[in-house]
T-cell receptor, first 116, second 114 residues
């Protein structure tokens, strides 16, 4: 069990550019989550996948944000036309299948995005 | 709507002293409750969770938490802190069966002094 991995760990971009982040969940975890954490705040839910299906999206996920999990394994989060307000830590988490244990979410180290 | 409040932004304790971090929640039924710890440059690590049953739950690293329905609280405790416990601690809530969205508090930063 190698844990949830995220790439890149840090990203600096200029306003208006597009960025894409990748998340590799723990193997055999069919649930995958994206959260955003700004300075001094707790993580805020963005979206949730079960296998390849995106089952829930937060109102925080504007039209400029899109997330995919094409084969039910890794996931990508893309932000188009970045704004300075997008600067945050983007966290990915995964959870195992089945009732009960599925309530646990295991987090990756995050991708810190800075928009200049 | 569900929410989590962590009233203490920053707490400082001496190494070896006891610790209690407060967490209050708002939810219409019994929630699922979690405590996570976040160290600089690291992801969130699950310390412990409460789903049902015994209201005193044990976690990793010597932490425990007690669910008190009457007070809508889920405070985290440790009898004797170590310097390595310095980190940010987050309380989180899951609104029951079928809800996949964790709602986090704003966190409590713990500083340990020697």
């Amino acid at each position: 069990d190698t844990g949830v991995s995220q790439d890149p760990r840090h990203k600096i971009t200029k306003r208006g550019q597009n960025v894409t982040f990748r998340c590799d969940p723990i193997s055999e975890h069919n649930r995958l989550y994206w959260y955003r954490q700004t300075l001094g705040q707790g993580p805020e839910f963005l979206t949730y996948f079960q296998n390849e299906a995106q089952l829930e999206k937060s109102r925080l996920l504007s039209d400029r944000f899109s997330a995919e999990r094409p084969k039910g394994s890794f996931s990508t989060l893309e932000i188009q036309r970045t704004e300075q307000g997008d600067s945050a830590m983007y966290l990915c988490a995964s959870g195992p299948p089945g009732l009960g244990s599925s309530y646990e979410q295991y987090f990756g180290p995050g991708t810190r995005l800075t928009v200049t | 709507a569900q929410s989590v409040t962590q009233p203490d932004i920053h707490i400082t304790v001496s190494e070896g002293a006891s610790l209690e971090l407060r967490c209050n929640y708002s939810y219409g039924a019994t929630p699922y409750l979690f405590w996570y710890v976040q160290s600089p440059g690291q992801g969130l690590q699950l310390l412990l969770k409460y789903f049902s049953g015994d209201t005193l739950v044990q976690g990793i690293k010597g932490f425990e938490a007690e669910f008190k329905r009457s007070q809508s609280s889920f405070n985290l405790r440790k009898p004797s802190v170590h310097w390595s416990d310095a980190a940010e601690y987050f309380c989180a809530l899951l609104g029951g069966f079928g809800n996949e969205k964790l709602t986090f508090g704003t966190g409590t930063r713990l500083t340990i002094i020697p």
